[in-house]
């Protein structure tokens, strides 16, 4: 089986909250990703990719992968 990496999303959303990061745009630009992927990653809409969690981890330091994301099966 197949597996993939999904945003822990409370925990990304709080952890951007007390990193002070007000708006999606201002996470999403030092992030270095659009603002787009960042609001269609919290939607469930699009896994998150490379650009991302490298991102989110590089911003959201002291946090670590295993804070932020979880790694699951593929659901088919």
């Known amino acids: 089986m197949p597996y993939t990496i999904r945003l822990r999303t409370d925990a990304f959303t709080k952890a951007a909250r007390l990193a002070g990061f007000r708006s999606a745009y201002a996470l999403a630009k030092a992030m270095q990703v659009n603002r787009s992927t960042v ?3 919290l939607a469930g809409e699009l896994q998150p990719g490379p650009a991302f ?3 989110a981890l590089l911003v959201l330091a002291p946090m670590q992968f ?3 994301f979880d790694v ?3 659901e088919r």
Request: cysteine-free; proline content about 8%.
């Open 39 to 41: 609001a269609r990653v």
């Open 66 to 68: 295993h804070d932020l």
């Open 53 to 55: 969690i490298g991102g």
């Open 72 to 74: 699951v099966p593929v």
